[in-house]
């Protein structure tokens, strides 16, 4: 009887060792162009408001299973234009399903509009002008993304001040696909007030004391980036080296449903990849609060619940 519960045993582990090698093969994209390509298939599956009126309820309900209370959730309103979609028609919809759902679940969501870099100045600008127009109704920031080298950060210098005079709060992917430098470039040209990934600031001393010196947050995606071949395996991600060097990081899901995680995976691999403190793991969270787009008045009560959680001084 000892022999066949050994048996089971090895089964299963097996089995379980199986099941994730072909789970992390069907989200893996070989690389960072090759995401972008399967983005914009999924995308063009997503054809009405009433779409993106499921996706953000369920979305909620999810975050809520996760025990998360607020989120910025960036919506690529470049990449409704570029499907020649209606911005107004879709944020109407969302932002209902938000609204309801928040009634349900207690998530409040907030939105950071998301422009396509690759597609140039005048596409940048047309989502900014959507998103000074929604800012009323829960537009907080704006930002870009996409492919860094097609759409270097030189170019939208103006439309970021035309942002940050509206009083839109400001992101930018930066250092995810390319250099350090593209994150210099991100925060002493366009002001970016958190950046998305900087993967590659670990290969650049000065870029890494710019970003401690002026807390600038890293949105840190460790699934996303070994799915897109940015990094080969989860344990060589510089995130300890972040931490390690006193810079202000986030833990984030990025795009999860085109990655197969969420935020609490997020955590439960970083935690096992990188033997997180639970010190460190409470640092990542009240990381995330300070960094949000929130007043003091709002970020106060989830610091209380967050230390109250973590048994911490209040």
């Known amino acids: ?15 379980t060792k199986w099941v994730s090698q072909r789970h992390a093969e069907r989200f893996h994209y070989g690389d960072f162009k090759g995401f972008l390509k399967s983005f914009g298939v999924v995308t063009l599956l997503i054809k009405t408001p009433e779409d993106y009126a499921l996706i953000t309820t369920r979305l909620s309900e999810w975050l809520a299973s996760q025990n998360v209370r607020y989120a910025e ?26 609204r309801e759902a928040r009634a349900r679940t207690g998530v409040r969501l907030q939105w950071i509009f998301d422009a396509v870099r690759q597609f140039g100045v005048e596409h940048v600008r047309e989502v900014l002008r959507w998103a000074i127009t929604f800012r009323p109704r829960g537009v907080v920031a704006f930002g870009i993304g996409g492919d860094e080298a097609g759409g270097p950060a030189e170019l939208f210098v103006d439309i970021f001040r035309e942002a940050r005079e509206a009083g839109l709060r400001l992101t930018a992917h930066a250092g995810e696909a ?12 366009l002001g970016a007030e ?6 590659t600031a670990i290969g650049d001393p000065d870029v890494m004391a710019l970003l401690r010196d002026r807390r600038i947050p890293l949105e840190v995606c460790p699934t996303s980036n070994l799915a897109t071949g940015l990094v080969a395996r989860l344990e060589d991600h510089p995130l300890p080296r972040f931490l390690d060097a006193g810079l202000v990081v986030t833990l984030n899901s990025d795009d999860p449903a085109m990655f197969g995680t969420s935020l609490q995976q997020e955590f439960e691999r970083s935690a096992r990849a990188f033997s997180l403190s639970p010190e460190q793991i409470v640092q990542l969270c009240e990381n995330a609060i300070l960094a949000a787009f929130l007043s003091e008045a709002d970020k106060a009560p989830l610091l209380e619940e967050l230390r109250g959680v973590a048994g911490l001084p209040r």
């Open 1 to 15: 009887m000892r022999e066949l519960a050994e048996g089971k045993r090895l089964l299963r582990r097996e089995v």
């Open 73 to 98: 959730v960036i919506l690529s309103a470049g990449v409704l234009l570029w499907k020649k979609q209606s911005v107004q028609e879709v944020f109407d919809a969302v932002e209902r399903a938000a």
């Open 194 to 199: 958190r950046i998305g990934h900087g993967l």
């Open 178 to 189: 390319v250099g350090p430098e593209s994150i210099r470039k991100a925060v002493e040209l």
